[in-house]
């Protein structure tokens, strides 16, 4: 009887969970069928609806549109998202927007939401993670049709909204765009005006000026010439692909990576690379200890006037603004230009934020009318005000905290992607192979040569695993 | 009657048991499945691949780095903790005053939260510029140690050890106690009568009798140490440092992309299984090392 009874409890157990497999199974073939359809007509129907005069009020019946943000809800950017749909609802009532602010890590919990059964129709966060997940999988919906439809004032496309450059950069291998990128970040020196004026230090143009520049900080002041968060690989990283985009353009290191005799890697550019970065921790600009650092305790010495400058992304001034003094005036400018290198001072880094929605959503249209609203110049001009960061949006302001950096990328002509790009085409590469040897050369773990010799080697090995 | 009774406790077992299946067995097994898969997480669709995600495990440098960290981890660690916990908790038991402000205070750590650990010692510890650690070896004019950077990448792992270790021994030093203090006191002293020395009744009597106390704090501590994530992965601040991946980071980091969107759950879910694996592994050791034996008293 008692083995009777544990059996029984056995097969309800089997049976409980055969009935949810298939009932998993049931509703992913539902929802794979209803994919390819959905897709289809929303992609359709968004290329209609996005004809529509922008401010008809629209007549159809409620919907919902389900909205999973990277940003935390005390963010500025969240503040400004919120404005939006505070906005949008007056305009169009019958449209619910659902946002959670679910924090950087929004991927993998869509993913996990996903794979629940819980419906996200719209997600924002890095494009390159956007790219590496939902455009790299075929789950993002296309949106070509509606990008040459008519923007939300209706006065010309909406591809014609954008920063040159900005929607190509993460489109899919086959040249179609998913991300609608809205958030412009980029890359340089950020420093205190005030200091440099007081000091009479002037912003350097070529890598030569940078070096004087840094010997002249050490040498007639008490303040570091230049600070690092050193704890962080992709940090350090910075400098690599900055020196790297100078000396040969960009797209050399992700070339190298994709190259799988490892051969690539034997270009002099990358070893002098190393060389150059050596050199700086060499002749002791670099903050004293750095590579002890955990973050943010090197960017705090920048807001306490103990270093000059700092080579970070733009988003610096708006994470620091709390930490600094009244009189902290806050100046950036580009990367130098490098002797006999090819890059201009003007080739800009360019990382974006942006949405992708889902090609499965059943609000195809709303989507697209809602993210042609939020990217009006009104509408991106209050997200630079907060935010401190530029849009990806013509005529809209540049923030004055990253003046600098954002006239250089206005004036930009070649704009590249952050580390080069090898995060959303060879992630795993660039977490386990080139961010950790690098890290190790940047630190002097290892030598110039050292790094060459392995990243030939892990690189070869990596496309033998494959 | 009797077996009336047995099937009564069945049927009160069985909610708990099917919930218990559910949320542990089933999610155990499908790890498992998974991990013959290559699969994103995103998709439906998963591509049977055998044992390959295991083969790979052999030759990918950062799980092996990240596996021996895991291995330092839970025996350097279990090391310096049950040491202190041993030494802390015969100090206490030797009738020192103030005991229980003494044992409260060394658990104190055990209930901060991992995140606070990071930054206090992280940042205002360790600091190679403004930590108290390196002040105090300028002012104590102990130079080669003032120089030492302790979260740079070749000091960091050591130097978070020593916060695990720290935070842990309250926890290991309360179940210590509590198995010293049901060993009865005539034991230790008819031990002194016979002339025995401290040492002596420590290795005769305390350490027999904790035989049982001993092998669960092991193997609760094998659990932890293997699975240890919040600690190191608040330490490193925006990322964790590769120096300080373990396995349950590493797992992460693959899985589910911490900034870069690698997303192979598969082979996450293979180095879940290997961890599984070892967890199992190091509970029999403990088992088989230290054997069972019963005694009464």
């Given at each position: 009887?008692?083995?009777?009874?544990?059996?029984?409890?056995?097969?309800?157990?089997?049976?409980?969970?055969?009935?949810?497999?298939?009932?998993?199974?049931?509703?992913?073939?539902?929802?794979?069928?209803?994919?390819?359809?959905?897709?289809?007509?929303?992609?359709?129907?968004?290329?209609?609806?996005?004809?529509?005069?922008?401010?008809?009020?629209?007549?159809?019946?409620?919907?919902?549109?389900?909205?999973?943000?990277?940003?935390?809800?005390?963010?500025?950017?969240?503040?400004?998202?919120?404005?939006?749909?505070?906005?949008?609802?007056?305009?169009?009532?019958?449209?619910?927007?659902?946002?959670?602010?679910?924090?950087?890590?929004?991927?993998?919990?869509?993913?996990?939401?996903?794979?629940?059964?819980?419906?996200?129709?719209?997600?924002?966060?890095?494009?390159?993670?956007?790219?590496?997940?939902?455009?790299?999988?075929?789950?993002?919906?296309?949106?070509?049709?509606?990008l040459d439809a008519p923007s939300y004032k209706g006065n010309s496309s909406w591809r014609d909204s954008f920063l040159a450059g900005t929607l190509k950069q993460y489109a899919a291998d086959d040249g179609k765009v998913s991300i609608i990128p809205y958030d412009l970040i980029t890359n340089g020196f950020i420093y205190n005006k005030k200091l440099w004026r007081d000091k009479g230090w002037t912003v350097p143009k070529t890598w030569d000026e940078f070096i004087a520049l840094c010997e002249t900080i050490k040498t007639t002041s008490d303040i570091a010439s230049i600070t690092q968060d050193a704890g962080v690989d992709f940090y350090n990283d910075m400098w690599n692909y900055q020196i790297m985009e100078k000396l040969v353009g960009p797209g050399r290191i992700l070339a190298a990576a994709k190259d799988k005799t490892g051969n690539s890697w034997e270009d002099p550019a990358f070893k002098k690379a190393i060389e150059m970065e050596r050199e700086l921790f060499?002749?002791?600009?670099?903050?004293?200890?750095?590579?002890?650092?955990?973050?943010?305790?090197?960017?705090?010495?920048?807001?306490?006037?103990?270093?000059?400058?700092?080579?970070?992304?733009?988003?610096?001034?708006?994470?620091?603004?709390?930490?600094?003094?009244?009189?902290?005036?806050?100046?950036?400018?580009?990367?130098?230009?490098?002797?006999?290198?090819?890059?201009?001072?003007?080739?800009?880094?360019?990382?974006?934020?942006?949405?992708?929605?889902?090609?499965?959503?059943?609000?195809?249209?709303?989507?697209?009318?809602?993210?042609?609203?939020?990217?009006?110049?009104?509408?991106?001009?209050?997200?630079?005000?907060?935010?401190?960061?530029?849009?990806?949006?013509?005529?809209?302001?540049?923030?004055?905290?990253?003046?600098?950096?954002?006239?250089?990328?206005?004036?930009?002509?070649?704009?590249?992607?952050?580390?080069?790009?090898?995060?959303?085409?060879?992630?795993?590469?660039?977490?386990?192979?080139?961010?950790?040897?690098?890290?190790?050369?940047?630190?002097?773990?290892?030598?110039?040569?050292?790094?060459?010799?392995?990243?030939?080697?892990?690189?070869?090995?990596?496309?033998?695993?494959? | 009657m009797n077996k009336r009774r047995k099937y009564i406790a069945w049927i009160f077992l069985a909610p708990s048991l099917i919930l218990y299946l559910y949320f542990f067995v089933y999610p155990t097994i499908e790890a498992i499945r998974i991990s013959f898969y290559k699969w994103s997480g995103f998709t439906v669709n998963m591509e049977f691949i055998g044992f390959k995600n295991f083969s790979k495990l052999i030759s990918d440098d950062s799980f092996l780095a990240a596996l021996k960290n895991t291995l330092l981890l839970l025996v350097i660690g279990g090391i310096g903790i049950f040491l202190l916990a041993f030494i802390f908790a015969l100090l206490l038991g030797s009738g020192i005053k103030g005991k229980k402000l003494y044992r409260a205070v060394i658990f104190f750590p055990y209930i901060i939260a991992p995140v606070v650990h990071s930054i206090y010692w992280g940042l205002l510890v360790y600091n190679p510029r403004t930590g108290i650690l390196n002040q105090l070896f300028n002012l104590l004019n102990i130079e080669i140690l003032a120089k030492i950077s302790f979260t740079d990448i070749s000091h960091i792992f050591g130097s978070v050890l020593f916060v695990v270790i720290w935070v842990n021994v309250g926890f290991y030093l309360i179940l210590l106690m509590a198995g010293i203090e049901r060993i009865p006191p005539y034991l230790y002293e008819a031990a002194r009568i016979e002339g025995a020395t401290e040492l002596q009744m420590f290795f005769k009597i305390t350490l027999p009798l904790l035989r049982e106390v001993l092998v669960i704090a092991i193997i609760f501590w094998g659990i932890n140490a293997i699975k240890m994530f919040d600690l190191l992965y608040a330490f490193g601040g925006i990322l964790p440092p590769r120096s300080l991946w373990t396995n349950a980071i590493y797992l992460y980091i693959v899985g589910f992309g911490k900034r870069d969107p690698i997303f192979q759950l598969g082979y996450a879910s293979a180095i879940g299984v290997v961890t599984l694996l070892l967890v199992v592994i190091i509970a029999f050791i403990i088992r088989k090392l230290i054997r069972r034996e019963i005694y009464e008293y």
């Open positions: 009887m008692k083995k009777l009874f544990v059996w029984l409890l056995i097969t309800t157990f089997v049976v409980s969970m055969a009935f949810m497999g298939i009932g998993c199974k049931k509703a992913t073939e539902t929802t794979t069928a209803e994919t390819t359809t959905t897709a289809e007509a929303a992609t359709t129907a968004a290329a209609t609806e996005t004809t529509a005069p922008a401010t008809e009020k629209a007549t159809g019946e409620p919907k919902t549109i389900v909205y999973w943000s990277l940003w935390n809800e005390q963010e500025p950017a969240a503040i400004v998202i919120n404005k939006w749909i505070e906005e949008y609802k007056k305009v169009k009532p019958e449209i619910t927007i659902k946002v959670v602010y679910v924090g950087r890590e929004v991927m993998t919990k869509v993913m996990a939401a996903r794979s629940g059964g819980e419906i996200v129709d719209l997600v924002d966060t890095e494009n390159f993670s956007l790219k590496g997940s939902l455009v790299k999988e075929g789950l993002s919906l296309v949106m070509d049709k509606a060499d002749k002791g600009y670099f903050v004293k200890g750095c590579d002890g650092f955990t973050w943010p305790a090197g960017q705090l010495l920048l807001a306490s006037g103990e270093a000059a400058m700092e080579l970070c992304g733009s988003w610096l001034p708006n994470e620091l603004k709390s930490q600094v003094s009244n009189d902290f005036e806050w100046g950036t400018f580009p990367f130098p230009e490098i002797a006999g290198g090819v890059g201009k001072i003007n080739d800009m880094e360019s990382y974006l934020i942006g949405w992708a929605a889902f090609n499965d959503t059943k609000v195809g249209p709303e989507i697209v009318d809602f993210l042609k609203f939020c990217t009006t110049i009104e509408n991106q001009n209050i997200f630079v005000d907060e935010s401190w960061n530029m849009s990806t949006i013509l005529g809209t302001k540049i923030p004055p905290a990253i003046q600098g950096l954002g006239e250089a990328l206005l004036d930009s002509k070649a704009l590249f992607s952050p580390h080069d790009g090898i995060p959303e085409e060879l992630p795993d590469y660039h977490k386990n192979i080139y961010l950790k040897n690098h890290n190790l050369a940047f630190l002097g773990k290892i030598t110039p040569d050292g790094y060459i010799k392995k990243m030939k080697e892990e690189t070869i090995a990596y496309w033998k695993s494959k | -």
